[in-house]
Structure formats: C-alpha cells, structure tokens
C-alpha cells in the first residue's frame, strides 16, 4: 500500500532551526552550508510544484513531474501574495524607523491587523501608516506569508536580537513592486488531532454539508454527493484516504461547474495532468447523471 510522509512545522520551527545554527561553536563557513541547507529544505516544504523536480534539482538534475507526490496529486491553491508581502515588510521598515529597534513576528502581525495592543500603544504604533492595513488577512495567513519570505530570503530572523523579523536585499524588490510573490494557501493537516478537528471529521462523515460546498445551489449540492459516494468508492477499492482522491474544495469546484468533457475540467484546482487520466471519465460519468 501508499505510504504517506508528513512534515509537520510553522514559523517557530524556522527561527528555532536559524537559531540553532547562529549559535553552534561551528565555524562561519560550516554555518553558510548549514543556512544553505534550511533554505533549500524550506524550499521543498514550501513549493507548490512537483517536489521530486524540486529534490533532484537540488542535486542537479532535471526531471519532470513525477505525477505521485502530494503537489501532483493535488495541486495547491496558490493565491498571490503581493499585496500581503508588500505590508509585512513595509510595517517592519516603518516600526524599525520609528521606535530604533526591531520586533518579533507577533507584534508586526499585531499592527497589520490594527490590534491596539499594550505594546503597539507603548511604542505609539497605532500612527503607524500600516496600522490596521492588513485587516484583511487572518493570522493564519500572515504567518503563512512570513514563513515563505524567510523562506526565499526575502526577510530574514536576527537570532541575535532576540528572533526578531528583519529586512534583507531580497526585500526590496518586493517592497518597490519589482517582483510579485506567489504562495501556497496554508491549510489545517486533515490528520490534525485535535478533538475539534476529530469532532468536526466525524460530524462530516456522519453527512452534515461539507463547508467547501456550502455555496453551491441544489442541484450543485446533489452532483456534490454524488461525487462523495464516488470518491469512498475509489478510496475503499484502493484503500486510500478520500482526500487523496480529491478534496472536498476540488469536488465543489467540480460540482458546482458541471463539466461536461475533459477539456471542462482541466484548470480546476486539484485536478492535474495524473489525476484527470486517472479520474476524469469517472467524475463525468457521475457529473452527467444530474
């Protein structure tokens, strides 16, 4: 059977990993290989493209996409992040002009978000221009954002200043609007063990609507279980776990466009090149019965 691997960490795991390698007795050219070697790790969590193109090209060889890995099997959502990068780092310039010092990801995700914490009105950052700019964005996002810049270089973590957030010559493209910043959408793990989450999966498999399909119209709703009673099918044939198939947000997608040829479905989020060999007679024969 498939076996699954999963890598789980956040935005503390970054700056505890920097740390780690600022502050071994190592010798600075020991330390560059090892930075070199996070980033390049990083790197591979945080691709929205096939990861074995991504792993071999590390080592210098070319590949194609393999059509097996968890991106090819089910591409990420990637939303551009522009527009957030843009006002993470302008709100660390403008903190680090104003008060001389540098802050830690909380507080700058604080202002961006226009909470009036006890520090904001200590250091009189409520007048900050970005104050309350990225109201917007939730905090999961922004830490979603702030990991992937730490990521590319386009921000980086001064152990040395007690892991706050400072900029880097990777910043400046972005802030002059050089360069736009494409990221992969954060998601909860749907192995997360939470009892909420364990309470929510078995609310959701004892046949309450899926969130993803909450928008769609009646017949929508209908064309959408019927792809879940096709999905457990697959997935009990080849004992796989139902999101391996596709995701409920993919099935929405699906159900709420009604595709009638292949061609229909090419472009839907989740769908790549393997899955719709693999599925893509299936999902019309289902799509086509309503």
């Known amino acids: 059977a498939p076996a699954d691997a999963w890598m789980v960490y956040g935005l503390q795991d970054v700056v505890n990993q920097r740390r780690m390698i600022d502050e071994s007795p190592a ?60 006002k993470l780092l302008s709100t660390i310039y403008r903190v680090q002009q104003q008060s001389g010092i540098s802050f830690g990801a909380g507080h700058i995700m604080d202002i961006l978000r226009g909470k009036a914490t006890e520090k904001a009105k200590q250091f009189g ?16 996002q922004l830490r979603g954002v702030l990991r992937q810049l730490i990521a590319t270089g386009a921000l980086a973590v001064d152990t040395e200043a007690f892991n706050t957030l400072k900029l880097t010559e990777g910043s400046r493209a972005v802030l002059r609007g050089e360069a736009s910043v494409a990221l992969r959408e954060s998601v909860s793990s749907p192995a997360a063990g939470s ?5 929510r999966r078995e609310k959701t498999a004892r046949g309450a609507p899926s969130p993803a399909a909450a928008a769609l119209d009646a017949a929508g709703q209908a064309r959408f279980n019927a792809l879940k009673a096709w999905r457990a099918e697959v ?6 776990p139902a999101y391996v198939i596709f995701h409920d947000a993919t099935l929405a997608s699906i159900a709420e466009r009604a595709p009638a040829t292949l061609e229909d479905l090419q472009g839907i989020s989740g769908i790549g090149t393997k899955k719709l060999e693999a599925y893509g007679a299936d999902v019309l024969r289902v799509c086509s019965s309503f």
């Open 27 to 86: 010798g600075e050219e020991f330390k560059q290989v090892m930075r070199g070697k996070l980033d390049a790790l990083l790197s591979l969590a945080e691709a929205s493209d096939c990861r074995r193109v991504r792993l071999l090209g590390y080592f210098g060889e070319q590949s194609t996409p393999c059509g097996n890995c968890d991106n090819c099997l089910n591409p990420p959502q990637v939303w551009d992040g522009t527009d957030a990068a843009r």
């Open 195 to 199: 009892r909420n989450g364990k309470a």
């Open 125 to 140: 950052h409520e007048s900050i221009s970005t104050f309350g700019l990225g109201a917007e964005f939730s905090e999961v």
């Open 235 to 240: 997935a009990k044939e080849h004992n796989l």
